[in-house]
């Protein structure tokens, strides 16, 4: 469906839309092109979709390692997670969980998970997506009316429009000097969000964690934040297999310490939560967990030679909802411009 631009060199890669990450803000700005029959180009740095919202496979268990469960808000979103409960994908988790003494919060609003796991979300975004991954981008600068953007392999790609979406300051340090500089000002309000670190574990027992249903706790203690059991929820049929979340304090204290000594310290903190003997402890460092504040919008755009737009869970109230949402509303402004430019320039620049 790409079509090609006035402004494309024979041996250069030209896609119309290139989004950057293929996490869920990611993966629903190319779900709204693909359904107005644009097909962007999505990059994504792991060997998987799904960024923060991740399902991971150690020895017969499965971990939700990011997100555990999600919320709905905006009936916007409530439309995208009935139709996702419609399709099997997703289902009520929960209405509370209880904390470590095992008092549990009084029942509200649901708590939704991924039928097998929340990599269920990106899966159901991701059908029929072009998703390179293994691919990290190294730069973006500005070409004539174009974004060129440099792949770590040495692939430059031209594109008319860049979508970014990573964290924010992950994304700002793609764009490459000479656009900062140039961009200056229209930046600035992106800087201003910052993320908290969160170190996960994926922890393989001997036998029963001990946990009662719902198979969650809130811990918030020195070093232990949030215990799952992934057997009781549902996802790991096959093993025991614990998540933990080490507590921001934690997390932060040990931003630059070897996980292997992380994993020494996490195993010892956990053992009193634990009925069952942990068998093995894998830490995953996530550098930027879940942003501290977020911007009153709902994605940011930079107008310069060509548009860059900005999207993710720091837009949109954050977390799964505003992810998705930022991802929806900037492939919604995409879309839009897309049609405008072809009705009036009566030439395809995209798509
Ligand atoms: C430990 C933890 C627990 C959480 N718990 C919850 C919860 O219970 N409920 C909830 O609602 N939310 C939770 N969240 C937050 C939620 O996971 C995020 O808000 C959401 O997944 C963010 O999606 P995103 O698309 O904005 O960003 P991301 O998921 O970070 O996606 C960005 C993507 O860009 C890719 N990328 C980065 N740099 C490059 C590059 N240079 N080139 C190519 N690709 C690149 C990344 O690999 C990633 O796939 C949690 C997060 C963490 C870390």
Known sequence: MARISQHQLPHDEYHGVVIVGAGLSGLSAARILLEHDMQPLVLERESHAGGRCMTAVH???????????????????????DAWIGAGAVREWTRGFPDISGISERASHPRYCGVAGMSALPDALAKGAQIRLNTSVKRISEGRACW???????????????????????ALRLISDENTWRMGALLLPLTGVEYVPCIAAAVALDGPSGLSAPGAIRVDGAVVAWLTDNQIKGISPDAPAVTAHASRAFSERHRDTPLDVVEKLLAEALARFLKSPITSLSAYRWDYGIP????????????????LYFAGDAFCGGQIEGATLSGIAAGKAITERLRLSKNTAGRPVGG
């Open 59 to 81: 020895n017969g268990g499965a971990y939700d390692m990011g997100a555990q469960f999600f919320t709905v808000r905006r009936p916007e979103f409530q439309h995208w997670t």
């Open 148 to 170: 060129l953007i440099d792949v770590e392999n040495g692939t430059r790609i031209k594109a008319d429009i860049v979508l970014l979406t990573p964290p924010l300051p992950a």
């Open 292 to 307: 501290a504040n977020t911007l009153q919008k709902n994605f940011y755009l930079v107008e310069g030679r060509a548009p």
